[in-house]
């Protein structure tokens, strides 16, 4: 899976930056704030890229949560929706427990 990790942040950081030029010629205007939680969409991809479940989950979680409060979906902002992040952090280590995620490699070649 390692072979797969470089290219994909490699494509990420191209796509990152054709965005940001068309945003600059006046293609599209993005709002304020909104590429930084796709650093943690990119993270949660890369996990489920290393089938790491439960840190996919979490971060792709955030990522749509600090998006929404950026955007303010629904009415959220950092101020009101804080509770949205406990219950995103909360499934994703119901998810980790789930997969045995949370186990250390350790753990698992014990058998337990």
């Known amino acids: 899976m390692r072979g797969i990790k470089s290219p994909a ?18 293609v599209f205007h993005y709002p ?29 979680l955030l990522a749509g949560v600090f998006l929404a409060f950026t ?6 902002s950092y101020a009101r929706g804080w509770p949205l992040l406990m219950v995103a952090v909360g499934v994703a280590i119901v998810v980790s427990a789930l997969t045995r995620e949370g186990m250390g490699r350790h753990n698992l070649r014990r058998g337990s």
């Open 9 to 26: 942040w490699g494509v990420f950081i191209i796509l990152l930056g054709v965005l940001l030029l068309l945003e600059r010629f006046g």
């Open 32 to 60: 304020e704030g909104t590429f930084w939680p796709l650093l943690l969409a990119m993270l949660g991809v890369s996990a489920l890229i290393e089938r790491r479940i439960g840190s996919s989950v979490l971060f792709l």
């Open 71 to 76: 955007l303010h979906w629904h009415g959220l």
